[in-house]
């Protein structure tokens, strides 16, 4: 059997899925959506979803609304909870372009942090979604943009953590509720 979840390697996803999995092989998707509109490709397998998804290219695609919409097609076989990897909301002090790049499910945070900055107004940075964590990351360097809310973990690996145009903000540390659920 499978055990499906979100990628890259280095996700919150995948450390759940390998602290769970037993005899499971783990298969990485680049994102949520993919497996969730998809179900019938994977029948029999199992997938891993946090209770905080939030699709950042369908509106209505979230935990919640999948978990009462698809009961019929995948059922939950477990629930637990783990901390995610610590969050750091990271500025980029010589940004080319006033961007936030985040992953969807982090939104709020980082509308708080706007909200206590006093960066939630016109000259506040407007918001791109990225399918994860990691992605948010690669892309917040790659376009020089302002903000990011990304894994800590893997910020200090990156040779840009020493930069110090990189300030982080804030640290954040949730936990998480997954969801197993068996796929009909």
């Given at each position: 059997?499978?055990?499906?979840?979100?990628?890259?390697?280095?996700?919150?996803?995948?450390q759940?899925?390998?602290?769970?999995?037993?005899?499971?092989?783990?298969?990485?998707?680049?994102?949520?959506?993919?497996?969730?509109?998809?179900?019938?490709?994977?029948?029999?397998?199992?997938?891993?979803?946090?209770?905080?998804?939030?699709?950042?290219?369908?509106?209505?695609?979230?935990?919640?609304?999948?978990?009462?919409?698809?009961?019929?097609?995948?059922?939950?076989?477990?629930?637990?909870?783990?901390?995610?990897?610590?969050?750091?909301?990271?500025?980029?002090v010589?940004?080319?372009?006033?961007?936030?790049?985040?992953?969807?499910?982090?939104?709020?945070?980082?509308?708080?942090?706007?909200?206590?900055?006093?960066?939630?107004?016109?000259?506040?940075?407007?918001?791109?979604?990225?399918?994860?964590?990691?992605?948010?990351?690669?892309?917040?360097?790659?376009a020089?943009?302002?903000?990011?809310?990304?894994?800590?973990?893997?910020?200090?690996?990156?040779?840009?953590s020493?930069?110090?145009?990189?300030?982080?903000?804030?640290?954040?540390?949730p936990?998480?509720?997954?969801?197993?659920?068996?796929?009909?």
């Amino acid at each position: 059997m499978k055990l499906h979840t979100l990628g890259p390697v280095g996700t919150d996803s995948e450390q759940a899925a390998n602290d769970y999995k037993t005899t499971q092989t783990l298969v990485l998707h680049q994102d949520f959506e993919e497996i969730l509109t998809n179900l019938a490709h994977f029948s029999g397998d199992q997938i891993l979803v946090p209770a905080a998804f939030k699709s950042n290219r369908l509106p209505d695609l979230n935990w919640a609304n999948f978990n009462y919409l698809s009961w019929e097609k995948a059922t939950i076989v477990d629930t637990f909870t783990l901390p995610l990897m610590t969050l750091i909301v990271v500025e980029n002090v010589a940004y080319a372009r006033n961007v936030a790049v985040i992953h969807a499910a982090t939104e709020g945070l980082l509308a708080q942090y706007l909200r206590a900055n006093g960066l939630d107004n016109a000259w506040g940075p407007s918001v791109v979604f990225a399918p994860s964590k990691p992605v948010a990351m690669s892309d917040f360097i790659k376009a020089q943009n302002r903000f990011t809310i990304i894994s800590e973990a893997q910020f200090l690996k990156l040779p840009e953590s020493e930069d110090p145009k990189y300030q982080v903000r804030q640290r954040l540390s949730p936990q998480m509720v997954w969801v197993v659920y068996q796929i009909k």
